[in-house]
Every structure is written in structure tokens, then in C-alpha cells.
């Protein structure tokens, strides 16, 4: 029994890493996705970085607050990360396609 291959888009992610919703006739859908989630890793970054700031200087930010913001971003770079070895490997592997 084979199971169907599903689009990327119907794989539930959590908001701040699902990708943004692309248009089927766009020729570059896989770089506004590819953009999208660098924009995202980014935004998780800076948020981590602005909540520590918060918290180290005092104004009104809260250790528990920091500390989730910083493994969100982290854990938000992992997955990126891992997703681009992924397609990485893939593409390694249609070069080593004869023709």
C-alpha cells in the first residue's frame, strides 16, 4: 500500500514558520517560499534578541519570556537548517542522474 505524496503547503508548521501563501502561477513559488522562510528566521532572531535585551535591561521583560523566545528562534534556525541540507541532498542527487 503506497501512501500519496502531499504538497508541502498542506503539512501543518507552526504559524511562525509556515510559509506564506504563494500564487500556483508565480514562476518563482520556491524562491518566495525560500525568502519567506528567511524572513521568518530572521524575525524569530530579532524577537530573541530584542526579549533578552528586555530582560537584561530592566524594562519589563521577563527571564521566562526571554528564555522561550530564544529556543523559538533556535529551534526555528534548526528546522530551516535542516530543511535546507534536505534540498541540498536532493539536488546532489539530480546532478548524479545520467542523462
Known amino acids: 500500500m503506497s501512501l ?3 504538497p508541502v ?6 504559524d511562525t514558520l509556515a510559509p506564506a501563501a504563494v500564487g500556483a502561477s508565480s514562476g518563482g513559488a520556491f524562491q518566495d517560499v525560500l525568502n519567506g522562510a528567511i524572513q521568518r528566521v530572521e524575525s524569530l532572531q530579532t524577537n530573541a534578541s530584542s526579549a533578552v535585551q528586555n530582560f537584561l535591561s530592566g524594562e519589563g521583560g521577563e527571564l521566562h519570556t526571554a528564555i522561550l523566545a530564544s529556543q523559538r528562534a533556535d529551534l ?6 535542516q ?3 534536505k534540498v541540498v541532498g536532493a539536488y ?4 548524479k542522474m545520467q542523462v
Open 76 to 81: 526555528g534556525f534548526d528546522m530551516f537548517m
Open 4 to 6: 500519496p505524496i502531499l
Open 9 to 14: 503547503s498542506s503539512i501543518a508548521l507552526p
Open 83 to 85: 530543511v535546507r541540507n
Open 92 to 95: 546532489q542527487e539530480i546532478m
